[in-house]
């Protein structure tokens, strides 16, 4: 166990590294830079911005010098917000994108994996054939359309809810279930296989031969198994809530982290990119890395290497 997790230790570092420097040399590549936008700035004015962050060194020297500053925790300050460090933007964006993201992968985990289960065992009748429905045009359908049809007939419409902002309870049930929607209906469609799988296993007919109660047999024993997929799945659905909240948050005006990213590649800010980058990439990887690890702990079974 300790010789897998200083492995993948290894493994995340290497990770990021390779990110962090594809990144910064892609981003270099594109034409343009941070102040090409700004059309009355003078070349004067524009090469003392550049000389003042180091942008007017080699690349190469920026990219050593870079990657020195990330090891002492110093992301660089904003090229367009000025007077603002890069690591004060995410630590203080960061908090509502991940409070939207907690609570969509919360609803995602208690509203997919029961209905899931309930699609199992209801296999071939009417509730099952609706299930998979739902499930399949939730899979087909992306979440901006998800959020825009919500936005257009529950806010616009029916009134019911509001469509900006984020201040009260009721201002998190649409960008929460637009963010939840895709990943639900996935976690649906894979409880419901695995837990068929599971059903028709000799252990599950050796327990109803034993004479145990199908709902003892059912949570005890199928469940147990079945949900090992879903955990799996926990990574890349941890991802997935975290990036597709870029679009979330732009729809409905959220003050987090989606937009200041979003902005960032449109004002071309290279430190504010490369943080964001660098950050959520560091995110995904301790993530995958913390399933793995309790992948283990559901099933001892796992050998892990």
């Known amino acids: 166990m300790a010789k897998y997790i200083c492995k993948r230790l290894f493994m995340a570092v290497l990770t990021v590294f390779v990110v962090a420097t594809?990144?910064?040399?892609l981003m270099n590549a594109v034409p343009g830079g941070p102040y090409?936008?700004?059309?009355?700035?003078?070349p004067q004015a524009k090469a003392a911005l550049e000389a003042k962050f180091g942008l007017d060194k080699p690349l190469f020297t920026q990219y050593v010098t870079y990657l020195k500053n990330i090891l002492h925790g110093d992301f660089g300050p904003s090229l367009k917000q000025r007077g603002r460090n890069v690591i004060d933007i995410i630590l203080t964006k960061f908090p509502v994108s991940a409070k939207i993201g907690i609570i969509s992968v919360m609803v995602s985990l208690l509203v997919g994996v029961p209905v899931g289960c309930i699609a199992a065992v209801n296999r071939g009748k009417v509730s099952d054939s609706a299930i998979i429905v739902i499930?399949?045009?939730g899979i087909a359908v992306p979440s901006f359309v998800v959020c825009s049809l919500s936005m257009y007939f529950f806010g616009v419409k029916l009134r019911w809810l509001p469509t900006v902002g984020l201040t009260t309870w009721k201002h998190y049930i649409m960008p929460v279930f637009s963010l939840s929607f895709y990943p639900t209906t996935y976690i649906v469609r894979l409880m419901r296989s695995s837990m068929l799988d599971v059903l028709g296993q000799d252990y599950m007919r050796t327990a109803k031969a034993k004479g145990v109660s199908r709902a003892v047999s059912?949570?005890?024993?199928?469940?147990?198994n079945a949900v090992l997929p879903v955990v799996t799945y926990l990574g890349p659905m941890m991802a997935y809530t975290l990036t597709g909240s870029f679009i979330i948050e732009k729809v409905f005006t959220i003050p987090g982290l989606g937009g200041e990213f979003v902005s960032s590649i449109t004002n071309r800010d290279y430190m504010m990119i490369m943080g964001t980058t660098i950050f959520l990439a560091t995110l995904m990887v301790a993530i995958n890395f913390l399933v793995d690890i309790v992948y283990k702990f559901i099933d001892p079974r796992i050998n892990l290497k």
């Open 22 to 25: 594809l990144t910064f040399f």
């Open 36 to 42: 090409e936008a700004e059309k009355s700035i003078s």
């Open 135 to 137: 499930a399949t045009v």
């Open 218 to 224: 059912l949570f005890k024993h199928a469940l147990r």
